[in-house]
């Protein structure tokens, strides 16, 4: 989640350690690189994944080309200019709930966090999100029983809801699908695989 720095790109621009093409690559995207952009971010609008990237610009950090900077959550003011979907995370993880913030808050998404299940189909009615990740276990009332709730209410029924959940089970997938999931993603999981699955199901709302 930190944020990365391009310095002087000249200084190593003949080390023998840098390929040609690694160099041609971060030379022509240096606007990126000038950003202070998450390495999602850079990967998404480069069209790398992030372990390729990521390997990329390892020898340039080290060599101080690229400098680090810690993330740092979006202040209010930040948060009102970001356009990006608004995704909300249903669970009584703080942890969880932290992981998928930092996650898709780095790369524009913006989201809303929900510890209580009670409380979700209020809070949706006035901040509509155009997917729900949803936990299965939680007090008061399960994931299926608030998935199927809300496929029962007419302004909520259309949004996608993934299941975050750490049942990996073929029962468990069969059973979200019945109370209208349209995904799963078993804990613990990488930031990537939150990434890759949250803009599958967004393919258009952010271009």
């Known amino acids: 989640f930190q944020r990365l720095l391009l310095g002087d790109l000249n200084n190593v621009g ?13 030379a022509a995207n240096r606007p990126l690189f ?3 952009l ?13 372990l390729q990237l990521a390997t990329l610009l390892q ?4 060599a101080g080309a690229i400098q680090l900077h810690e993330y740092e959550l979006p202040s209010p003011e930040q948060q009102l200019k970001t356009s ?17 913030k930092m996650t898709l808050e780095s790369i524009g998404y913006r989201v809303i ?10 809070t949706f009615v006035r901040q509509r999100p155009a997917l729900i990740l949803m936990d299965i276990n939680m007090p008061e009332i399960d994931g299926y029983e608030l998935c199927s709730m809300f496929q029962k209410s007419t302004l909520l029924r259309d949004i996608p809801i993934v ?45």
């Open 14 to 26: 003949g080390q023998s350690w840098l390929e040609q093409e690694d160099y041609q690559f971060i």
């Open 113 to 122: 966090n929900v510890v209580e299940p009670a409380k979700a189909l209020t």
């Open 38 to 50: 998450s390495l999602y971010e850079i990967a998404q609008q480069t069209g790398k994944n992030t």
């Open 84 to 100: 990006g979907p608004l995704i909300a995370c249903i669970d009584d993880s703080k942890a969880t709930q932290q992981i998928v």
């Open 163 to 207: 299941m975050l959940t750490g049942r990996d089970g073929l029962i468990d997938r069969i059973r979200a699908r019945m109370v209208g999931a349209v995904n799963f993603i078993a804990k613990p999981f990488s930031p990537q695989e939150l990434v890759n699955l949250v803009q599958s199901h967004l393919t258009g709302h952010n271009e």
């Open 34 to 36: 000038e950003q202070r």
């Open 59 to 62: 020898p340039l950090v080290n």
